[in-house]
């Protein structure tokens, strides 16, 4: 067995090392295919956003500018919880008997307990600037809708939430403290919204999905003047917004004279994904760095690995613009499984094109194997970690133990994207041996891919 590099069990960052940028990925992807309106399917304008964002937040969608300033309001925001801790995983590398170096990026010690705060209060931000009073949004597994509720909170905004009504089943302590933050939560779809009404009147039973909510979250913005949409992944200014997570971890594993071979995380929509992977991805693309950037996303939701690349709606409803994207159809509805943040159509435009150019790869994993690597961290690290999360963790165990078989002593960063105290349901209902795997069969896929729009 080779010897491991030893180091601080956490590493950390002085406050006055909080990055002043956010590291914009798109500088460095060329021939993106635009976003197309979709009403007319010509290329979206600033002028077409406006209805439901600020415009701040709509330069930052379409700039080219590798790196924008954080607002001084947001940074002193921040340093209530950040830099966060970069930490060596010791307890499950001793488990594993690997020869890896394992870190970890820990983003649960803020208020919302996940990654979602770092784009919720910039978004809040700005929209209080433009004096808008209320925003909407969706959320999967609650951790989103929490982190807008809190960021609200700090800027005085009223906040409504269309909570996927799986996740609001399964996860009723993520409604109330989103409640307790001050947020109106309705279970989506909801007869609130036209589009909510239309899969009722359909599906009465209807377990809701991500694209529904967002259709719901977002004629609510459009049907408002003082309201508008917030989103908590997929587009690129809130990718813009978490790769703090990953300009951190940079600088973090540079004090410790290290640099990672493998970096994981999960994906859903790519906020989290692409958080800690696009500034090692800038490395990779213009320093040559050798780095693999894995991907882990659900086998019951595998937008990268058995998607299509093809232009398709963000939502059900057809409200938002259409996106050159790997996605499952718009109209995808999938099965109840607890990783409910990772049950999107569709995943980031960036994300995809990284994926479609081979600079990254992706996993899919089952939800069974996923928890037991949870159970493995919790009793190794001390640290529940959210269902999400513990499918980076999952990718991260079968690498390190790859270097068991190998030799090789390779150092792999992952991103704790949030705690899962509040998803005690999902571990409650694994460790009673009631979850079940579900892998998305290729009939449903080819039945959901025949509703991409014709462009």
């Not at 590398?93 to 990654?115: C, F, Q, V, W």
């Not at 997929?234 to 004279?257: C, F, P, S």
């Not at 259409?322 to 980031?348: K, N, Q, V």
Request: charged share 25%; proline share 7%.
């Amino acid at each position: 067995m080779m010897s491991k590099k030893h180091v601080p069990y956490r590493v950390y960052l002085e406050e006055r090392e909080l990055p002043e940028c956010w590291y914009n990925f798109r500088a460095d992807m060329p021939n993106l295919s635009p976003y197309l309106n979709p009403a007319t399917q010509k290329p979206v304008t600033p002028d077409d956003m406006l209805a439901i964002f600020p415009m701040e937040l709509i330069q930052q969608e379409m700039s080219d500018e590798r790196y924008i300033p954080i607002p001084e309001e947001v940074r002193e925001l921040y340093r209530s919880f950040r830099p966060s801790p970069l930490c060596r995983a010791y307890g499950l590398e001793k488990l594993l008997d690997t020869p890896a170096r394992i870190y970890y990026k820990y983003e649960g010690n803020n208020p919302s307990g996940s990654h979602k705060l770092n784009t919720a209060i910039p978004q809040a931000y700005y929209n209080k600037k433009a004096g808008i009073k209320r925003l909407a949004t969706e959320t999967g597994a609650g951790q989103w809708g929490t982190a807008l509720s809190v960021a609200s909170q700090m800027f005085g905004l009223e906040c409504t939430v269309y909570m996927v009504k799986v996740s609001y089943q399964q996860k009723p302590y993520r409604k109330a403290i989103m409640q307790a933050y001050g947020a109106t939560v309705n279970p989506s779809p909801s007869p609130l919204t036209q589009a909510g009404r239309k899969i009722l009147e359909r599906d009465p039973n209807s377990l809701g999905s991500l694209g529904i909510a967002i259709s719901e979250a977002v004629e609510d913005a459009a049907t408002h003047d003082d309201t508008n949409y917030a989103l908590g992944s997929v587009l690129n200014h809130v990718l813009l917004h978490q790769t703090i997570i990953g300009l951190e971890a940079r600088k973090q594993m540079e004090k410790i004279d290290e640099y990672p071979d493998v970096v994981v995380a999960c994906c859903g929509g790519g906020s989290n994904f692409g958080g800690i992977a696009f500034p090692f991805l800038h490395d990779k693309i213009r320093e040559g760095k050798k780095i693999e950037l894995i991907a882990a996303e659900p086998a019951a939701c595998p937008t990268l690995t058995k998607g299509k690349f093809a232009y398709d709606f963000g939502d059900v409803a057809q409200m938002t613009p259409i996106m050159e994207m790997y996605t499952l159809g718009h109209g995808f509805i999938p099965p109840g499984i607890h990783a409910g943040g990772l049950r999107y159509h569709g995943d980031s435009v960036l994300v995809s094109k990284a994926y479609k150019d081979g600079l990254i790869d992706a996993r899919a994993v089952h939800q069974t194997e996923v928890f037991k690597a949870a159970i493995q961290f919790a009793r190794t690290e001390l640290i529940l970690p959210a269902p999400e999360s513990a499918h980076a963790i999952k990718v991260a165990i079968d690498e390190a133990l790859k270097c068991k078989e190998t030799g090789e002593s390779k150092c792999i960063l992952f991103c704790l994207s949030g705690h899962g105290n509040f998803d005690l349901t999902a571990y409650e209902e694994y460790m009673a041996g009631n979850l079940q795997d579900y892998e998305y069969p290729d009939e449903l896929l080819n039945e959901g891919l025949k509703t991409l729009p014709k462009i």
